[in-house]
C-alpha cells in the first residue's frame, strides 16, 4: 500500500515552486545580507522584497513583519515583549493553546511579577467570551491576551475580531498564535485589532525553520535575541535567506489559490466524516468540526477498546501517517492536553486527520477501510 499523509496540520509538503524560487539562494546568490557589496545587496533585496510580499498579503505594513525561525519563537518573542516591554502584569490564556504557549507563559508568570489565568471553555471547545470580559473587568494590572486563532489539535476556530474588540476595551496587548491559519485565510492586519500574530511557513507548503511575527506599528518592543542588528535591530542573527525567500513565495501562492483549496479541502473532510459515520459505530468528533472550525483538521473519537487503543501504532504499520494531538509532543505518550481540557471521555481514542490538496477521495476510502478493519 503506498504511503497515506493524513497529517498536514503537523507540517506540508514543500511546493516545488517553493523549492525553486529558493535553489539560487542556497547556491549562486549566497551573499551575507549585512554586505555591503553587490553579493549581499542582491540577498538583502530579496529578503525586503519577501518581506513586502507579506506584508501586501496580510495586509500589513512592510515595517510590521519580523521573520523568526518559526511559530514557536514568533510566541516566545510577542509574550516576553508584552511582559517586558509593554507592562503587562496578567496575562489570559486558554487551556488549549500550543506548548509554545502554555510553557512560555508558565515560565513568565511562576515569580511574583506576573501572573496568569485560563478563560473558561465552552462545550464544543471554543473560548467564552463573556467570562473572557469578566476576567478583564476584574484585572487591575494591564493584561496580556493570548489566544489561538485556531486550535492545532481540535481545529476550533476563535472570533479574532471580537477578541481583539475586547482587549482595545480594556487596554489590554493580544496576540494570536495563528500558525495554523496564515495561508489557510485571508487575514486582513489593518483592519484586525491584534498587536502581535505569528505564522509558520512549513504549515503552508514551505519550508520549516522560518516564521513570521507581526509587531503592530503602534507598539514598541526590544530584540529577543541581540546581537547583529539584523531584522532592524529586532532580531540578531544573519537572516535565514533560502527559508526567508520560500516563504514567501509559499504564502503567494497559498493566497493565489486559497479559495479553490478551501473548497477542496473541506469536502474531503466532510466526506471523511459521512464515511466515518456511516461505517464506525458510536463513533464521535471533538471541538465543533461542523461549525468555526479549520476545513483541514477532523479530530475523530473512536469507542476505546483493545484494538483501538493501538490505532496509531496499526495505521502506521500500514502506512497511514496521523497523529493522536499535536504532532510537536507526539514522542511523549502523555496524552493530549487539548483532548483533556475539553472533554476527557477516558473511553474514547482520539486521531487527529489533516488535510492538503495533495489528499484525494480515494485516500479517504483506504483509510476508512483500514480504520473498520482495525477497529
Request: hydrophobic share 35%; with cysteine.
Amino acid at each position: 500500500m503506498e504511503r497515506i499523509y493524513f497529517d498536514n496540520a503537523a507540517t506540508t509538503a514543500l511546493d516545488p515552486e517553493v523549492l525553486e524560487a529558493m535553489l539560487p539562494y542556497m547556491t549562486t546568490h549566497f551573499g551575507n545580507p549585512s554586505s555591503i557589496y553587490s553579493y549581499g545587496r542582491e540577498t538583502r533585496l530579496a529578503i525586503e522584497t519577501a518581506r513586502k510580499t507579506v506584508a501586501r498579503l496580510l495586509n500589513a505594513h512592510p515595517g510590521e513583519i519580523f521573520f523568526t525561525s518559526g511559530g514557536t519563537e514568533s510566541n516566545n518573542t510577542a509574550i516576553l515583549s508584552a511582559i517586558r516591554d509593554l507592562g503587562c502584569r496578567h496575562i489570559i490564556s486558554s487551556p488549549i493553546e500550543h506548548h509554545a504557549v502554555l510553557h512560555t507563559i508558565e515560565h513568565y508568570a511562576c515569580g511574583e511579577n506576573v501572573t496568569s489565568s485560563f478563560v473558561k471553555l465552552l462545550p464544543d471547545g471554543h473560548v467564552d467570551l463573556t467570562d473572557l470580559e469578566e476576567q478583564l473587568k476584574e484585572q487591575k494590572e494591564r493584561c496580556l491576551v493570548s489566544l489561538m486563532h485556531a486550535n492545532n489539535e481540535i481545529g476550533n476556530l476563535l472570533d479574532i475580531d471580537a477578541v481583539g474588540n475586547l482587549c482595545k476595551q480594556y487596554n489590554a496587548i493580544f496576540h494570536s498564535d495563528c500558525v495554523q491559519t496564515v495561508g489557510h485565510y485571508p487575514l486582513d492586519l489593518r483592519k484586525t485589532p491584534v498587536h502581535f500574530i505569528s505564522g509558520a511557513g512549513h504549515k503552508f507548503h514551505g519550508p520549516k525553520g522560518v516564521g513570521i511575527l507581526y509587531v503592530n506599528d503602534n507598539i514598541r518592543v526590544k530584540p529577543f535575541i541581540f546581537g547583529g542588528g539584523q531584522e532592524r535591530n529586532m532580531r540578531a542573527g544573519t537572516e535565514n535567506l533560502y527559508g526567508i525567500v520560500g516563504f514567501a513565495k509559499a504564502l503567494e501562492l497559498a493566497y493565489a489559490r486559497v479559495e479553490e483549496e478551501h473548497s477542496y479541502i473541506l469536502s474531503l473532510k466532510n466526506y471523511m466524516r459521512e464515511k466515518l459515520v456511516a461505517t464506525i459505530p458510536n463513533v464521535g468528533f471533538n471541538g465543533d468540526s461542523e461549525g468555526r472550525c479549520l476545513y483541514t483538521v477532523l479530530s475523530v473519537a473512536f469507542p476505546k477498546t483493545e484494538k483501538s487503543e493501538m490505532i496509531l501504532f496499526n495505521l502506521d504499520i500500514n502506512q497511514i501517517c496521523v497523529s493522536g494531538g499535536s504532532a510537536c509532543s507526539s514522542g511523549a505518550d502523555q496524552g493530549s492536553h487539548v483532548i483533556r481540557a475539553i472533554n476527557n471521555d477516558p473511553n474514547k481514542v482520539t486521531v487527529r486527520f489533516s488535510f492538503s490538496r495533495h489528499n484525494t477521495r480515494e485516500e479517504v476510502d483506504a483509510v476508512v477501510g483500514k480504520l473498520t478493519e482495525l477497529i
